[in-house]
């Protein structure tokens, strides 16, 4: 019998929470902590309004003003940000990262995934958003969290099941018995 959403998922209770207001230094010594996945809560008003994790992080360090491809009402090609505007300026973009509120990268927590909701349809709605881990609700409440990792491990559950272990080789024993040529 399939496994439901509810069933995979990482439970609420094992996420890191911090209040919006908390600063990214906070958020990522969060991160480093985190047990089972590298992702925290950020609660706003006693509620849960977005997450953080390393991604998110990753995009703080782009500056505000390109986020839109727009600079002062200039058009800014895209091309130009990292090469010519950004290079060597990374120790100063993660000094202003570590000041800035949570709440200004957070990833606003989204509805689309019910505890009921069919493995597949986890599988669908991460690979189509380009994003993980993806909420996991229960009525009003946010339950937890499932992403790429808890439905790999049930493709790997299905696939022992059905078909027994694989065989793996690595590309060592190949390159010893000269059937592999790695060039660079």
Not at 17 to 24: I, K, L, M, N, Y
Not at 42 to 70: S, Y
Request: aromatic letters at 6%; one cysteine or more.
């Amino acid at each position: 019998m399939e496994k439901k959403v509810g069933e995979l998922m990482v439970p609420i209770m094992e996420l890191a929470t911090v209040d919006g207001e908390s600063t990214v230094r906070e958020v990522v010594a969060a991160l480093k902590v985190c047990r089972r996945y590298p992702v925290v809560l950020v609660t706003e008003n006693g509620k849960i309004a977005g997450m953080i994790g390393m991604k998110e992080v990753l995009r703080g360090l782009n500056p505000v003003a390109f986020k839109k491809d727009a600079y002062g009402g200039w058009v800014v090609n895209p091309e130009w940000t990292e090469p010519v505007l950004l290079a060597g300026c990374f120790q100063e973009r993660c000094a202003d990262l570590a000041e800035r509120p949570a709440r200004e990268i957070m990833m606003p927590v989204s509805r689309q995934l019910k505890v009921q909701d069919s493995a597949l349809k986890a599988a669908y709605v991460i690979i189509r958003n380009a994003q993980e881990p993806v909420p996991v609700w229960e009525g009003d409440r946010l339950v937890g969290v499932v992403g790429m990792k808890e439905i790999f491990a049930e493709i790997v559950r299905e696939l022992e099941v059905k078909c027994g272990r694989g065989k793996v080789i690595f590309a060592d024993r190949f390159r010893r018995k000269g059937n592999l040529n790695i060039t660079g």
